[in-house]
């Protein structure tokens, strides 16, 4: 099984750095971590992805721990616009075909 | 943005009748995505493309089929449409390299 584990829910106050867990215990060496996320009644969006080290870009950070067993995706300052679900993905790395194994991810509610 | 759009954008049929969704890319990307998204499942692969002509299935591709004779087009067609396939569908695109898949508005199907 290549799902992840999310929480359901989380809360963050606007302006306020968030920080998003997931936890993937089994994943394998050349397994990637994905992380996109929706918007209401939208498409999913690409977050960022990172394989062992820790990736920044315009929108978020990923740390990934030492042993990958877990990530954390960071938003550095929530805004409302930042509301939506977030789904942490695993990707198997030996593969092209980029097959995407959505979870329920995380509802992330943004407070004014 | 990605140049992807998916017609129609929303569909009421009845049951046996066939349904055919579309997914058009400007993007000239060689992978192809169809994923339906029903409350309490997430997002669900059901076919994708690596090429003209060259299609494979996801997780749940019974009661679906796909054909791709052009880079740009990737069509969905259920054969004979089912209450059970009331949903909504996104089409996705990536590259080579699979690191970044880029969704479609998505297409609101209703089966009566």
């Known amino acids: 099984d290549a799902k992840t584990t999310q929480p359901n829910s989380m809360e963050s106050n606007e302006e306020e750095p968030v920080h998003l867990p997931c936890n993937h215990s089994?994943?394998?060496?050349?397994?990637?971590i994905h992380w996109y996320r929706q918007l209401p009644s939208q498409g999913p969006e690409y977050v960022i992805h990172?394989?062992?080290s820790n990736v920044n870009n315009r929108m978020a950070s990923l740390a990934i721990a030492e042993d990958r067993k877990s990530s954390t995706l960071i938003l550095h300052r929530a805004t409302l616009r930042d509301a939506a679900v977030y789904y942490c993905?695993?990707?198997?790395?030996?593969?092209?075909?980029?097959?995407?194994?959505f979870g329920q991810g995380t509802t992330l509610q943004v407070k004014p | 943005d990605a140049g992807i759009t998916q017609s129609p954008r929303h569909k009421v049929t009845e049951t046996g009748t066939p349904v055919t969704l579309r997914c058009h890319q400007t993007?000239?990307?060689?992978?192809m995505y169809w994923y339906r998204q029903d409350p309490g499942h997430g997002l669900r692969l059901i076919h994708y493309?690596?090429?003209?002509?060259?299609?494979d299935k996801g997780e749940v591709s019974d009661g679906y089929s796909v054909s791709r004779s052009k880079t740009e087009d990737f069509l969905l067609t259920l054969e004979s449409a089912t209450s059970s396939q009331t949903s909504v569908y996104f089409c996705?695109?990536?590259?080579?390299?699979?690191?970044?898949?880029?969704f479609g508005p998505g297409t609101r199907l209703t089966v009566t």
């Open positions: 493309s690596y090429g003209v002509k060259d299609t």
């Open positions: 993905i695993r990707r198997g790395g030996s593969s092209n075909t980029g097959k995407l194994i």
């Open positions: 990172g394989l062992t």
């Open positions: 993007e000239n990307h060689r992978y």
């Open positions: 996705a695109i990536s590259d080579d390299r699979g690191y970044e898949q880029y």
């Open positions: 089994t994943i394998s060496g050349t397994d990637y």
